[in-house]
């Protein structure tokens, strides 16, 4: 990409990490496409600011990313960035989630990824110009965590899928770029409803550690969101604005598996 995007579509655009990312785009002079499923609170955000396209999408639906890339082209021309961002959180102990929040999990934070590629890739290679795909996982895609184990998988599944996409594009030479985001905490909605059926007082207890983890150590999503824009920039691969909430886990990880030692979770107990 020219590094400098003019224009941006943005998925999960209504709240938290995905309304900062638009506000932070248009206070650079972006032109933006805004998707959310919550249609009324989307077209507030949109409305907020000057050059936004409200399409509600609901991300699961193939049809429906394929109606919003459609929309995206016609409205600003070749996309240069896409933010895959839409996710949802499911707490609880893995054999108790419901098997609807289950799917919703997978559904949502892998197949809306994999929509989005789906439906922007072919128009971005097909403009043979620079753009950019920024794929939304979490430090939690690279660290599991009892107690959340549909947002775990699925988020290792988007750091997997991504490094994918990015060989793909590579091997093609194709002006396409790839970015992976791993947020720590940020102050947003995600848990406001994350229980995924029966709820344990260990998982009340797990979700209230994290909820205040967020509230006293997160960012708020508008700084995030400028951290974010400013690693575009760069042109980096992994945009990790919160390194302190990756770099000591992911190190224990990689020590644990090269050791061949067993996984805990002594932060739990
Ligand atoms: N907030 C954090 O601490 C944190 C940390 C790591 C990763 N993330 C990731 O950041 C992304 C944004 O989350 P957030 O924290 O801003 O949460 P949020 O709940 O505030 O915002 C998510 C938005 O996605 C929308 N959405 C959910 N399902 C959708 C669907 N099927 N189709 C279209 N839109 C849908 C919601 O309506 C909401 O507006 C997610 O992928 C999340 O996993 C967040």
Redesign the pocket.
Same mark, same amino acid.
């Given at each position: 990409m020219s590094e400098a995007p003019n224009n941006a579509v943005i998925?999960?655009? #209504? &709240?938290? !990490?995905?309304?900062?990312l638009a506000r932070e785009a248009a206070r650079r002079g972006m032109r933006l496409v805004l998707?959310?499923?919550?249609a009324d609170?989307?077209a507030a955000a949109a409305d907020a600011l000057p050059d936004a396209l409200a399409v509600p999408?609901?991300?699961?639906?193939p049809a #429906?990313v394929e109606r919003l890339a459609a929309a995206a082209y016609d409205r600003l021309g070749p996309v240069d960035l896409l933010f +895959? +961002?839409?996710? !949802?959180?499911a707490t609880g102990f893995s054999w108790e989630i419901d098997p609807a929040r289950w799917d #919703?999990s997978l559904? *949502? +934070?892998i197949g809306?990824v994999l929509n989005g590629i789906r439906a922007f890739v072919p128009r971005m290679l097909q403009a043979a110009r620079p753009a950019r795909i920024v794929n939304?996982? &979490? *430090?939690?895609?690279f660290n599991p965590s009892p107690l959340m184990a549909p947002?775990s998988a699925t988020?290792f599944a988007?750091v997997a899928l991504t490094e994918a996409l990015k060989g793909e594009l590579d091997m093609l030479g194709a002006p396409v770029a790839v970015s992976l985001?791993? $947020?720590? $905490? *940020?102050? &947003?909605? !995600?848990?406001?409803d994350p229980f995924g059926g029966a709820v344990h007082p260990a998982t009340e207890r797990f979700v209230a550690g994290l909820r205040g983890m !967020?509230d006293q150590y997160?960012m708020d999503?508008e700084p995030f969101a400028a951290a974010v824009f400013d690693a575009i920039a760069r042109g980096d691969y992994w945009i990790v604005p919160q390194p302190e909430a990756l770099d000591p886990m992911l190190e224990r990880r990689q020590a644990m598996i090269a050791a061949r030692a067993q996984p805990s979770f002594d932060f739990l107990s």
């Amino acid at each position: 990409m020219s590094e400098a995007p003019n224009n941006a579509v943005i998925t999960g655009a #209504a &709240s938290g !990490i995905g309304l900062g990312l638009a506000r932070e785009a248009a206070r650079r002079g972006m032109r933006l496409v805004l998707a959310d499923r919550d249609a009324d609170a989307l077209a507030a955000a949109a409305d907020a600011l000057p050059d936004a396209l409200a399409v509600p999408t609901d991300v699961t639906d193939p049809a #429906a990313v394929e109606r919003l890339a459609a929309a995206a082209y016609d409205r600003l021309g070749p996309v240069d960035l896409l933010f +895959n +961002n839409a996710g !949802i959180m499911a707490t609880g102990f893995s054999w108790e989630i419901d098997p609807a929040r289950w799917d #919703a999990s997978l559904k *949502v +934070n892998i197949g809306g990824v994999l929509n989005g590629i789906r439906a922007f890739v072919p128009r971005m290679l097909q403009a043979a110009r620079p753009a950019r795909i920024v794929n939304t996982a &979490s *430090v939690g895609g690279f660290n599991p965590s009892p107690l959340m184990a549909p947002y775990s998988a699925t988020k290792f599944a988007v750091v997997a899928l991504t490094e994918a996409l990015k060989g793909e594009l590579d091997m093609l030479g194709a002006p396409v770029a790839v970015s992976l985001l791993a $947020p720590g $905490p *940020v102050r &947003s909605a !995600i848990f406001d409803d994350p229980f995924g059926g029966a709820v344990h007082p260990a998982t009340e207890r797990f979700v209230a550690g994290l909820r205040g983890m !967020i509230d006293q150590y997160g960012m708020d999503p508008e700084p995030f969101a400028a951290a974010v824009f400013d690693a575009i920039a760069r042109g980096d691969y992994w945009i990790v604005p919160q390194p302190e909430a990756l770099d000591p886990m992911l190190e224990r990880r990689q020590a644990m598996i090269a050791a061949r030692a067993q996984p805990s979770f002594d932060f739990l107990s």
